[in-house]
């Protein structure tokens, strides 16, 4: 069965990267991507997702304020595993230490530490 993946970021090339990253590795995705935390809050409100990833610094609503409202609302993904690609992960773990399912990776990341959490949340096989 396809995995259902939601990428976040607002800079085309990472984003790009990251779908690219993912797709090699897992055959079996089907990947919606969102410029903005804005954007991905109105597609986690229709559709459920298997993983979300998401950068921390966007337009319109930060990766953070994303988290906590999909974790803090009746949302579809709610319980949903989140990874956080952010140069700015001390910020960020200050915030959500209360808050399950989340990892993170620094800016700039490695594409093996990326698929290891792929791989964590979604299985080996994907």
Do not use: W
């Not at 298997?50 to 953070?64: A, E, R, S, V």
């Not at 609302?73 to 989340?102: A, K, M, Q, R, W």
């Not at 490695?110 to 096989?125: N, W």
């Amino acid at each position: 069965m396809k995995k259902n993946i939601l990428i976040i970021d607002d800079e085309p090339l990472i984003r790009d990267l990251i779908e690219d990253s993912i797709q090699r590795f897992f055959t079996q995705v089907n990947i919606t991507t969102a410029n903005d935390g804005l954007e991905a809050y109105l597609n986690t409100s229709r559709f459920n997702f298997d993983l979300i990833i998401t950068d921390h610094k966007m337009p319109f609503c930060t990766g953070l304020d994303f988290i906590k409202k999909i974790r803090t609302t009746d949302n579809l993904n709610s319980s949903t595993p989140i990874i956080v690609i952010s140069g700015y992960i001390p910020e960020i773990e200050n915030e959500v230490i209360v808050l399950e399912n989340l990892f993170y990776l620094d800016k700039p990341f490695k594409t093996d530490r990326l698929i290891k959490y792929c791989k964590i949340t979604l299985g080996a096989s994907g």
